[in-house]
């Protein structure tokens, strides 16, 4: 029964893979919040930000927490808690998930 054993490793790899990339993404938002709330009330202009930084400014002023208005990128302080908020309840629901799935597989595993 070698598949069962290739599935069970590609399903771990794949849990890994999907926390790496949200854990990513939610690092290039921090980032760029920091670096937004280095520049104060005045904000940046998108020309300053890279690639990555302009995608977390578009996921971030899709969810709420920054203005973006003439290329500059301002953080909404008001919904930044919020923000936070929600994000850190996703970020331990999505973990506990994970670890529950990792465990259903291992358990998997071990009973073959």
Known sequence: MPGRGFASAAALIAIALACLAITRKLERERRLLAKLR???DAGITLTELTDDERDAAESLAAAGVLDIEQQRATIRTVELGVF???RMRLM???GFGAFLLAC???LLILRR
Do not use: D
């Open 38 to 40: 280095k520049r104060g």
């Open 104 to 106: 259903l597989v291992a």
């Open 84 to 86: 936070r908020r929600k």
């Open 92 to 94: 331990v629901m999505g």
